[in-house]
């Protein structure tokens, strides 16, 4: 396996970390590998590059989202290049990027349909994290720094296209629309908004998916045939995140190692963050040996 995952752009609560983890569980299927929850699509991409798959379906509710990965797919070129530009543009304002970035945010929650707008705003905001109000994004820019130059973009895009041009499909749709279109020989991967960030609307998200719901799409996919592997929820140090999901699913539960959390490092403390994988259970006897720990 090639554990050097491609990327886009920085995406807080992107699975690229883990990937090599989450792709130790992945077989190699004939049918589609699908992503109803896609955000920056590091686990497609990653599957992409280890062949796991020969058709790829990225979805994601948010439409800004789903517009630059499918410039970066489709268009790569003219994404490439309004990107180069907007990003060239910071350093003509007199009182500096920051300004420049507002003004970006404020194009885009207008309705800037630009792709490279809000590629833009996502490699310069905070922390890669995406944030919303009542009137649309409203994440602040990172004072530190400018972004993502524009040769290290332009590769990253490249790389993109490279691996699922001509080999996927990109969607904006709720998910439960996504998954009623699934069919054996499928597999789907889904990294919803976890709990607690769930059942209404959070700054992180478009939207949340209700856990009752979510239980009930999963059992849908079990009395179909329909395999598909699911991050959700964890633990820190001795802080549990959200309800165990039903017993009576037919899937399999580990937790995969994600490291020291943020939190803990900036109050000197060692809790580590055990994020929660459930996996069909056929798929279980089928996945090779993991290249992380991982732990029951």
């Known amino acids: 396996m090639r554990l050097s995952v491609p990327n886009l752009v920085q995406y807080q609560g992107s699975k690229r970390k883990l990937a090599p983890a989450i792709l130790s569980y992945m077989p190699a299927i004939d049918g589609m590998l699908i992503e109803p929850f896609c955000g920056m699509a590091s686990i497609t991409l990653a599957a992409a590059q280890n062949n796991r798959a020969s058709f790829y379906w990225l979805n994601d509710v948010n439409q800004d989202v789903v517009n630059v990965l499918n410039a970066a797919i489709n268009n790569p070129d003219s994404l490439a290049s309004d990107y180069e530009r ?6 003509d304002y007199a009182d500096g990027h920051v300004q420049h970035y507002y003004a970006m945010r404020d194009e885009c929650n207008a309705g800037n349909d630009n792709p490279a707008v809000f590629l833009y ?30 040769s290290l973009m332009c590769s990253n895009i490249g790389t993109v296209s490279a691996l699922l041009k001509g ?26 908004p976890y709990q607690g960030t769930s059942g209404t609307r959070d700054s992180r998200y478009v939207s949340g998916v209700a856990v009752d719901e979510l239980e009930s799409e999963l059992f849908s996919l079990d009395s179909r045939g329909i395999r598909y592997i699911l991050s959700y929820d964890g633990v820190c140090g001795v802080k549990s995140y959200g309800r165990e999901l039903s017993s009576d699913l037919k899937c399999h539960k580990y ?42």
């Open 86 to 91: 907007i990003w060239l543009e910071q350093f």
């Open 121 to 150: 705003l996502m490699a310069r905001c905070v922390k890669g994290a995406v944030r919303y109000g009542p009137n649309g994004l409203n994440q602040s820019p990172d004072k530190r720094r400018h972004g993502t130059k524009p």
């Open 167 to 192: 080999r996927s499909r990109v969607s904006s749709l709720d998910y439960k629309d996504v998954l009623a279109e699934c069919g054996v020989g499928d597999l789907v991967y889904m990294d919803p």
């Open 255 to 296: 937790l995969l190692d994600a490291g020291r959390s943020t939190q803990s490092t900036l109050l000197g403390r060692d809790d580590r963050t055990l994020e929660a994988l459930y996996v069909s259970d056929d798929i279980v006897p089928m996945c090779p040996n993991s290249e992380l720990p991982l732990m029951d």
